[in-house]
């Protein structure tokens, strides 16, 4: 069993940064890759960003792609997404969400959620 915790959004402009962090709780967090959702008001959940349970292979959306970094330190059972030139299309819940074995985009495929982080871009 894994726990998820995201924490580290809030309201920032547009422009800026924000560090979200997923600390898990639980045994062999290394052994789980990891994704990045995020849902805003009114619209589906969409994939943001995934790494593999080694940190060696990470994947984006297009939407995100040179703007966002996913990482992790299985040290800290915690997987970091720095997100930089934020525009308001960015704003939504952030979901981190974890899978015994490879990475994917489809979030039907992992098991664990954490509650969510809401993160508001202001123009």
């Known amino acids: 069993q894994v726990q998820l915790v995201e924490s580290g959004g809030g309201l920032v402009q547009a422009g800026g940064s924000l560090r979200l962090s997923c600390t898990a709780s639980?045994?062999?967090?290394?052994?789980?890759?990891v994704a990045w959702f995020r849902q805003a008001s009114g619209k589906e959940r969409e994939f943001v960003a995934t790494i593999t349970w080694s940190g060696v292979a990470t994947h984006y959306a297009d939407s995100v792609k040179g703007r966002f970094t996913i990482s992790r330190d299985n040290a800290k059972n915690t997987v970091y997404l720095q997100m930089n030139s934020l525009n308001p299309e960015d704003t939504a819940v952030y979901y981190c969400?974890?899978?015994?074995?490879?990475?994917?985009?489809?979030?039907?495929?992992?098991?664990?959620w954490g509650q969510g982080t809401q993160v508001t871009v202001s123009s």
């Open positions: 969400a974890a899978r015994y074995g490879t990475s994917t985009s489809g979030a039907l495929l992992y098991d664990y």
């Open positions: 639980g045994r062999a967090f290394g052994s789980y890759a």
